[in-house]
Every structure is written in structure tokens, then in C-alpha cells.
């Protein structure tokens, strides 16, 4: 029970830093000089955490970089460290079974396939609201997928906490950014400035 639990919060903070990051880079968050580099150490450092302590997690975490790879969101320096930091990882602890093998392939396989599709629909439909939050669950597919190989629940654990510290960082930001408040911004002296500039 307690790796679980352990599971649960490293992949918390894995999707949390992995959207800081993001916005660093992105979208006009500014912290301190370096600060971009150091989120990307850190998601590199929980994803490959996860890789160490569950093989199953590391199915999930290793098919998840490979397709950012594959669609080349590995796109600024500190994305580029911390997947690089996971695929590194990756290669030497991934375990080397045939059944480790197939989950690796089906889940990079569906991966791939439903970010294509997902692509493909946003380009000829414009999604807004629940249709846009609706074609989200398809991000289900590839932990279910590597789940159903191995028989295993964990990559979908890893998958559902990854996807609330993503969201508890989107959520965060969206506010500080529409009311420029923050009691963690202001206490950590971060601002909000042009993304362009």
C-alpha cells in the first residue's frame, strides 16, 4: 500500500511540474532566472522516480515521452532535460520481458494513434466547452491499453494523478492569470508578463 502511495504523489508532482514547466516556457509565467530548467530537472527527476519504483508505472511513463518525442512537444530545453532524464531511465531499468515488450508497443501504438486523431478532429472541428473536455478522455486509451496487457491497475493510477497535478497547475495559473492574485505567486515572487516578450 505504501508504494501505491507513493505512486499516487510522485505522479501528482510528475504532471504538476510537467505543466509548470509549460508555462515557463509558454504562456508568460515568470519566476526566477533558471527557474524553466529547474522544472524540467524536477518532472524528469518524478517521471523517472516513478520508472524506478514500478515497472508497470514505467510502461506508462516511458509510451507518455516516447509520443511527446514522436509529436515534438519535447520542444524547450527544459522539456528536452526531463525527457531526456526518463528515457534515460527508461533504458536501463525498463524490464526486458516479451510482456513488457507488448505493453510498451500497444500502449506507444495507441498512444500515437489517438494523438493523431485527437489532432485531426481539433483541426476539422473546433471544439469548445464539454465537446473539447469530452475528446480529452481519449487520453484514457494508452494507460487503459497497458493496464489490460499487463494486467496491472497501476498505469491508470499513474495516469489519473498525473492528470490531476497537471490540472491543479492549469487551474492555478488560469486564476492568478485572470485575477493577477496569487498567495503563492506573490510569496514565491512570480509574475505574469507578455509570453512573446
Not at 41 to 55: C, E, K, V
Not at 76 to 85: E, I, R, T, Y
Not at 91 to 114: C, K, R, Y
Request: charged share 15%; glycine share 8%; net charge positive.
Amino acid at each position: 500500500m505504501d508504494t501505491v502511495i507513493h505512486l499516487a504523489i510522485l505522479s501528482f508532482f510528475f504532471g504538476f511540474f510537467v505543466d509548470f514547466a509549460d508555462l515557463l516556457d509558454e504562456h508568460g509565467l515568470r519566476w526566477f532566472s533558471g527557474s524553466a530548467l529547474l522544472s524540467g530537472i524536477l518532472w524528469g527527476i518524478f517521471g523517472s522516480l516513478l520508472i524506478y519504483l514500478d515497472a508497470s508505472a514505467a510502461l506508462y511513463v516511458s509510451t507518455l515521452v516516447l509520443y511527446w518525442v514522436l509529436k515534438q512537444k519535447l520542444d524547450f530545453l527544459n522539456h528536452a532535460v526531463g525527457g531526456s532524464l526518463i528515457l534515460l531511465t527508461s533504458f536501463v531499468l525498463l524490464p526486458q520481458t516479451e510482456i513488457a515488450t507488448l505493453a510498451l508497443v500497444v500502449g506507444f501504438s495507441v498512444q500515437a494513434i489517438q494523438g493523431f486523431v485527437g489532432t485531426a478532429i481539433k483541426k476539422k472541428y473546433p471544439l469548445e466547452g464539454k465537446k473539447k473536455e469530452l475528446i480529452r478522455l481519449r487520453h484514457f486509451l494508452p494507460p487503459l491499453a497497458i493496464s489490460l496487457v499487463i494486467s496491472n491497475w497501476i498505469p491508470l493510477l499513474v495516469f489519473i494523478c498525473f492528470t490531476l497535478g497537471l490540472k491543479m497547475s492549469e487551474v492555478w495559473f488560469i486564476r492568478f492569470e485572470k485575477t493577477g492574485k496569487s498567495w503563492i505567486a506573490e510569496k514565491l515572487g512570480m509574475s505574469i508578463q507578455n509570453p512573446l516578450a
